[in-house]
């Protein structure tokens, strides 16, 4: 009966969104792009389809990513997208009106949480329920978040960071900074354009950061080749650039982010903070896989890190988890209809 019993968990994150559905793990990772066209507003892909259109469209076409730092930032078209996920990861039990657990980031307004609710709602949903992103996190890293210790985790995506102390169920101090992957991305292109006169798409950045990325200076240099267009001649152009220079170009960005972990620190109680530094902390989401991450946080901070198994899939299958034991999580669950 259980495989009837619809429940699909999502994580709605500003550069993917992954649907997960009890039993089934993952079954769709796409990117949170929707491409519409101009004249007559209709949606004309989702996903891959629209991410491979972002930066090579014509006039008339528009590749939208309606998830800003985290939240809605355009309505109708995150409600489109979500039908078209919810759909998708049904398939031929599309029929059904799904129960559906949604991820925001721990700083979210209610405002933007009733929008999500009602996103999802008008999907299709069937009922739908809300759980900060950090909780998520650190069910699907393992974390025991029930106990009576502390638990660090730091949730690093693409629009946000979200740093938690999570203890007995619920979290004790947090923060949610809007700087993240898609920042350091800009920040690289930005670099680029500064020193070398090219210009460089959002997708070539993310490709530089992650090939040589890293987060701390490094001994030996890797070195890629880039294409772009050239500023002063207008003609394309490819150059070298090292691992160094994109720790220099995103040290603004990383600074950012260790700030907000110190400043969860800062508040964290003195009996869960040793229970921190016995355990770690935890780092989840994409971005935590840039290289020696967790090495520079271990030097700003005093305290050690390391990257959970499988960083991006964390929050999503922490709602798969969730949604199995709605009765034990339900004090972590905020809405429900």
Known sequence: MSFFSKKLGIDL?????????????????EPSVVAVSTHDNKILAVGIEAKNMVGKTPDDIIAYKPMKDGV????????????????????????????VLVSVPAGVSSTERRAVIEAVMKAGAKSAYIVK???????????????????????????????????L???????SVKCA??????????????????????????????NIGSAVAVEENLV??????DFVSGLPRSMDISTNEIVKSIRNELNEIIKAIKSVLQETPPELASDIIDKSIVMTGGTSQLRNFPELVYRRTGVKAFVAE????????????????????????????
Not at 13 to 29: C, D, H, Q, S
Not at 224 to 229: D, E, L
Not at 319 to 336: F, N
Request: glycine residues 10%.
């Open 169 to 175: 169920g619920g979290i004790v101090a947090s923060t």
């Open 310 to 337: 499988d960083p991006l899939f964390c929050v999503a299958k922490g709602t798969g988890v969730a949604l199995e034991h709605l009765d034990i999580y339900k004090k972590s669950i905020i809405a429900k209809r």
């Open 224 to 229: 890629m080749s880039i294409k772009g267009r």
């Open 72 to 99: 809605i930032a355009d309505y109708r078209v995150t409600e489109a997208m979500l039908e078209y996920y919810i759909s998708k990861a049904l398939g031929k039990w599309s029929f059904f009106k799904p129960e």
């Open 181 to 210: 992957g898609n920042k350091m991305d800009q920040a690289i292109a930005d670099y680029v354009k500064k020193n070398y006169n090219l210009s460089i798409g959002e997708k070539t950045a993310e490709e530089i950061k992650i």
């Open 13 to 29: 994150g500003t550069a993917n969104t992954l649907v997960y559905v009890p039993g089934k793990k993952i079954v769709l990772n």
């Open 133 to 167: 992103e950090p909780i998520l996190a650190a069910i699907g890293a393992g974390i025991p978040i029930h106990k009576a210790e502390g638990h660090m985790v730091v949730d690093i995506g693409g629009g946000t960071t979200d740093v938690a102390v999570i203890s």
